[in-house]
């Protein structure tokens, strides 16, 4: 796990009071309130907009996510916290309208910057879905994909372990071994999702992004969906989109609450359960509205 | 993860030949669409550049003297008499009069030529709009032969094509010119008159009206049968094996070559209802049944957009299956409905194969004025122009290609503007 | 136009049978206390009435104006003088057609044999009967289906449900007009067909090798021995075809994939339309184009290479074929490329996937069995296309698989032998019909097969 990372040097993460607020209005919410910057950070975000056209999705949110974290990112639906997540490796890219501001670094590198490639940006910023969304091919097909695009394999058995690793990590090799060959649209929805996971995690990314992996799933299958999130930061940085409280709680070390495009507050997860800093956080949590 | 960071290597190494390639495809995919968008442009350029001369024709001013005993008759009253009336002796004679060195058969010849042979006829004419021309003199443009026209106009344009011509006629050419007696003329005849064996003569008003006709009958049996028929499969049909096999066959004989249609017509409405060839009853019945898939599944989708809680709230109120078809359904997809039928017009104005089987193709020069006369459409005019050897007759198609164009650029853009205003979002 | 002013004749009959149905159950509804006590709404009565009246004496109009012209014929043809009396069937037609000339007076009477005139006048009698009985009978049954829907009229009686019974059986006919559409090509293809091969021996027309419809038209005449080998006219189908697909496929293919993968809203909007427009124009200005500029451009510039390329080659008229399908196949191809879910286009540009590679690896392969079936559609529109080829491929029957060479194809020789007065028994037009039923055969085959495919790639989706 020897990371060749350029540490920024870190400002002291700025000195936050907490404001009282009374009333669940945010417009003039300035600051994010909690511990939204790491000491070892592998991405940084600084005053981050996002714009649909006229309309701002996301207002000023700084934030940082720790190497080997599992951050979780909850609020109420259509807070802006998938749009902000899709910045990160700058899915975004793909809508028209959609227009980032401000700075999103990895490893100090300014991921916005014209001299980056969006392809190397997301082989090392991988993604996992709403909706599983395995190829029309087969398993070991779906797997390989990303090893074969990028032209990580240098040979036919090369890419046999790839693919035999990657789902061992995501815990589907057991399950479909004896069938790499069909079509990976026949698997469950949870397999789906695992498949989905290994795929991504077939190309070693640094970091994986995670919208609402398992909103789709049946209890059973987020279980294992949860399970494997939870090995998986061992060796993976992990950010995680969620609308259930209780996910967030059971995978995450550290928790952000997004309310209406800001970000309200980020404290480790247990503080944020039990104790939250912001009268919001705590309205939220405690089923208030959402 | 020393992993993750060889990755990282071979992925940077990658990355030039990658992008290499996805510029690659993107260029390829502008090469595509330019391609596509250039053979329009090329088309039209094309067809405009040959046909615009065709809007113009030329005509020769001679110095005409309308002699009774020349013509050969007594009076301008008697029918038989101007039919069997030597026309053509007045231009013929007013040539020699503006050439009077001209002599020997063959040079007469050459030189009675320079002149439309169905000149003599519109002289005829117009002796008979006004009587009192009998034997006055009178200074006439006179439509000039279609060889003289194809040589004067590409003389004109500094490239002169004189391959039928003699030299005497080129001649002969200048003279007029130097003198103002050569010009060109708004060709009216080109929308006045039928077909003709004469490229100067001949128009596609005959053409015109029989496809207006045929479109007609067309349009009469198509829209209310397909309507119907979209109608009883998309509110009425139970879901059946019999269902499925009537949309099998419509969607087939969407996709079934036109040519066949014209096969069926010859086969059963002339071979065996023995309906005459050519006329424009047969011609309509054939573009019916080819039409008919298209605006089934036009109406078909125009039905389908209506949303079922209209229909709900209509069955809520009490009212039967066909009050809710017939006040609610059928208004609210109507313009679907004429779009479809436009574009299913469209589709059977410039349609020609299947007219070609049912005789639709043969020389006609009359024009038609019913659902039972004789008659061609102008897709198949274009057909028998492009046929005819005559230089001339490559200008006349294109001008008939452009009128074919204009008639269904505008039924398209109607099509289009109605379905912009009247359809409706849900 | 006599039979225009007997169906004007029924409808206005039908509508007089609707005002009087409707009257009549408003009439006696009234003491009723109003036409809240009818169980239909007045006009379902009359148009009841007006369905007993008019329904029908159409029916019998349509079968009158289907039957009395071979009756007639046959009876005028039964009572001519000996003399004149058909020998064969040839004969019958052209007897049967001098006849009806001179009774329509098409032909002058002047100087016909005094058998011939009396048979035209014979027809012409006939004829007059048959309208004025036809009137008086459809004339009669209007009248007393008027009377039979009056006569029903009552304010218990259900007209309602009977009216819209007869309603669904009139639609559902207008639906199976398809049915007999398709019923009718077979028939009139197949039966054509049985009869020359009864002349032209099935293996020797599909395996045939050389192709010369020329056929004496009387028995003695020099070099009466066609030959029907049509294989000739397949390799050229497919020659032509395969230009056209050579050209329509990779352009029509990338335009799809550029417009709706990469191109802006805009320039969408208006290439999308642009490129449609090919589509919109009639195949004989393709005919033209490819005739008069396309082919000679192709045998210039083959000059110049010092390559000989007919001025009817198969390349001139195969690929201006290609130019107007390009737009059938970017349409059809952008359909199912649009139909391919934006999660496969995430799933796989999150994996760091360039958009070529997306489109290459997941996309194309997701959309394939749509755009097989796509291509499949367009190439029964290629074997299928009639004008273009008429006038830019040639008429000689050539084997041969040089795209510079003319060739000719199945609908060129439709048209060819088809079209100019052939008398209709010939075994050379025969001929057309036995090329139309492979034609029809193979581009069903086609079509039933691409539309399950793409109908099946819908549902996958949907």
């Known amino acids: 796990m020897t990371q060749a990372i350029t540490a920024e040097k870190k400002k002291p993460a700025k000195k936050t009071t907490a404001k009282a607020v009374n009333s669940l209005d945010v417009s003039d919410h300035k600051a994010t309130v909690g511990k939204n910057f790491a000491d070892n950070a592998k991405m940084t975000m600084r005053n981050v907009n996002v714009f649909y056209d006229d309309k701002q999705a996301i207002h000023d949110v700084s934030v940082d996510i720790a190497k080997n974290e599992v951050i979780a990112m909850i609020g109420p639906s259509g807070c802006g916290k998938s749009t902000f997540l899709r910045s990160l490796n700058r899915m975004n890219d793909t809508v028209d309208i959609c227009r980032v501001e401000g700075q999103i670094c990895m490893d100090g590198e300014d991921l916005y910057s014209p001299k980056l490639d969006v392809v190397e940006l997301r082989a090392r910023v991988g993604m996992v879905f709403q909706k599983p969304n395995p190829f029309p091919k087969s398993i070991y097909e779906n797997v390989a994909y990303g090893p074969k695009i990028h032209g990580l394999a240098d040979s036919r058995v090369d890419l046999d372990e790839i693919v035999e690793n990657s789902l061992r990590k995501a815990g589907l090799w057991e399950e479909v071994k004896e069938r790499l060959h069909q079509a990976g649209t026949g698997l469950s929805g949870g397999q789906q999702q695992r498949l989905c996971i290994a795929r991504a995690i077939a190309v070693s990314p640094e970091v994986i992004l995670m919208d609402e992996p398992c909103s789709a799933l049946d209890p059973i299958a987020t279980a294992k969906i949860e399970e494997l999130i939870e090995e998986l930061s061992q060796n993976f940085t992990i950010a995680i989109v969620t609308h259930s409280m209780q996910q967030a709680a059971r995978v995450s070390h550290r928790t952000a609450y997004f309310h209406l495009g800001r970000l309200i507050e980020v404290n480790p997860t247990e503080q944020v359960f039990t104790m939250p800093e912001h009268q919001l956080t705590e309205a939220y949590i405690t089923g208030r509205f959402g | ?426 | 136009m006599q039979a225009t002013n007997i169906l004007i004749l029924i409808i206005g009959l039908g509508a007089f049978a609707f005002f009087l149905g409707r009257g009549r159950s408003i009439a006696l509804a009234a003491p009723l206390g109003g036409i809240r006590k009818l169980h239909s709404l007045p006009s379902y009565y009359g148009l009841h009435a007006a369905l007993w009246c008019a329904l029908p004496s159409l029916f019998l109009l349509g079968m009158w104006m289907m039957f009395d012209d071979p009756l007639i014929n046959s009876i005028v043809v039964k009572s001519v003088a000996s003399e004149i009396a058909p020998t064969n069937s040839a004969s019958y037609n052209l007897l049967l057609n001098k006849i009806s000339n001179l009774a329509d007076g098409i032909l002058p009477r002047k100087g016909e044999n005094a058998a011939l005139v009396a048979a035209a006048d014979h027809m012409i009698s006939l004829r007059v009967v048959s309208r004025w009985s036809l009137t008086a009978l459809l004339l009669t049954l209007s009248s007393l289906g008027l009377l039979w829907g009056w006569s029903r009229i009552s304010a218990s009686f259900r007209a309602r449900p009977v009216v819209e019974k007869v309603m669904q059986n009139i639609l559902l006919a207008c639906a199976c007009l398809a049915i007999f559409t398709t019923v009718g090509i077979v028939l009139s293809v197949l039966f054509e067909s049985i009869q020359f091969f009864r002349s032209v021996p099935i293996f020797d027309f599909v395996f045939g090798l050389e192709w010369s419809p020329q056929m004496a038209i009387r028995e003695d005449q020099v070099g009466s021995s066609g030959s029907f080998g049509a294989v000739p006219l397949f390799v050229g189908t497919l020659l032509v075809s395969a230009v056209a697909m050579v050209v329509a496929v990779p352009i029509g293919l990338m335009s799809a994939i550029y417009l709706a993968e990469y191109a802006s809203k805009s320039v969408r909007a208006y290439a999308k339309p642009a490129l449609e427009i090919l589509a919109g124009i009639p195949t004989v200005v393709y005919g033209f184009f490819a005739a008069l500029t396309v082919a000679p451009f192709l045998r210039d510039l083959g000059a110049s290479f010092g390559l000989s390329v007919s001025s009817e080659s198969a390349l001139a008229a195969g690929g201006v074929m290609g130019v107007m399908i390009i737009p059938f196949i970017s349409s059809l191809a952008d359909d199912v490329i649009t139909a391919v879910p934006q999660s496969m286009r995430d799933g796989s540009l999150a994996m760091g996937a360039t958009q070529s590679e997306t489109v290459r690896r997941v996309i194309i392969p997701a959309a394939l069995p749509g755009i097989v079936g796509g291509i499949m559609l367009a190439i029964s529109r290629a074997i299928g296309e009639t004008m273009i080829v008429v006038m830019a491929a040639g008429m000689a029957a050539k084997l041969t698989a040089n795209p510079l060479e003319s060739v000719t194809t199945v609908t060129v020789q439709i048209v060819t032998l088809l079209t100019g007065d052939q008398e209709f028994d010939s075994p050379k037009t025969l001929a057309a019909f036995a090329l139309g039923l492979m034609l029809f055969t193979v581009t069903l085959l086609l079509n039933i097969f691409a539309l399950h495919i793409v109908k099946k790639y819908r549902e996958q989706y949907d």
């Not at chain 2, 960071?5 to 940077?12: D, V, W």
């Not at chain 2, 002149?115 to 002796?127: C, E, M, T, V, Y």
């Not at chain 2, 061609?376 to 009128?403: H, Y």
């Not at chain 2, 650029?409 to 379905?419: F, G, P």
């Open chain 2, 1 to 426: 993860m020393t992993e993750a960071l060889n990755n990282l290597g071979k992925i940077k190494k990658s990355l030039s030949r990658r992008n290499r390639a996805e510029r690659r495809f993107r260029w390829y995919g502008r090469m595509a669409v330019f391609i596509g968008l250039a053979a329009v442009m090329v088309l039209f350029t094309d067809i405009i550049s040959k046909g615009q001369g065709a809007f113009r024709i030329t005509y020769i001013e001679l110095e005409v003297t309308y002699e009774q005993d020349r013509i050969g008759i007594q009076s301008l009253t008697d029918p038989e008499q101007l039919a069997t009336g030597n026309w053509e002796a007045l231009y013929k004679a007013a040539l020699r009069n503006e050439f009077t060195e001209v002599s020997g058969r063959r040079d007469k010849r050459k030189l009675y030529g320079l002149i439309s042979s169905g000149a003599g006829f519109d002289l005829k004419d117009r002796l008979l709009a006004n009587p009192l021309l009998l034997g006055a003199t009178e200074n006439v443009w006179i439509l000039a032969d279609d060889d003289i026209d194809t040589y004067y106009k590409s003389w004109l344009d500094g490239e002169p094509y004189a391959a039928r011509m003699s030299t005497k006629q080129l001649q002969w050419i200048d003279e007029l010119h130097a003198q103002g007696k050569i010009r060109l003329q708004f060709n009216k005849n080109l929308f006045t008159r039928g077909d003709s064996r004469e490229p100067e003569q001949a128009g596609i008003r005959g053409a015109v009206m029989g496809s207006l006709l045929t479109l007609l009958l067309t349009l009469l049996l198509s829209f209310p049968i397909g309507v119907s028929a979209a109608i009883y499969l998309e509110e009425f049909a139970p879901r059946n094996r019999w269902t499925d096999f009537i949309e099998v066959n419509i969607n087939n004989l969407a996709a079934v070559p036109s040519i066949i249609f014209g096969l069926l017509g010859l086969a059963i409405f002339i071979n065996f209802f023995h309906i005459p060839r050519s006329v424009p009853i047969v011609g309509g019945l054939v573009l019916t049944l080819m039409t008919l898939p298209t605006i089934i599944i036009t109406s078909r989708a125009a039905i389908k957009s209506v949303p079922p809680s209209i229909r709900e709230a209509a069955l809520g109120m009490g009212a039967s299956k066909y009050q809710v078809v017939l006040h609610h359904v059928l208004p609210l997809s109507l313009p679907g409905m004429l779009t479809g039928a436009i574009i299913g017009m469209a589709q059977a104005l410039g349609e020609s194969a299947p007219l070609l089987m049912i005789g639709m193709v043969a020389f006609i020069v009359d024009i038609p004025a019913g659902f039972s006369d004789p008659a061609t459409v102008l897709p198949v005019q274009i057909f028998l122009w492009a046929d005819s050897p005559e230089r001339a007759f490559i200008e006349k198609t294109s001008a008939a290609i452009m009128v074919l164009l204009s008639f269904l650029i505008v039924m398209n853009t109607v099509a289009v503007w109605l379905r912009k205003r009247l359809e409706r979002r849900w």
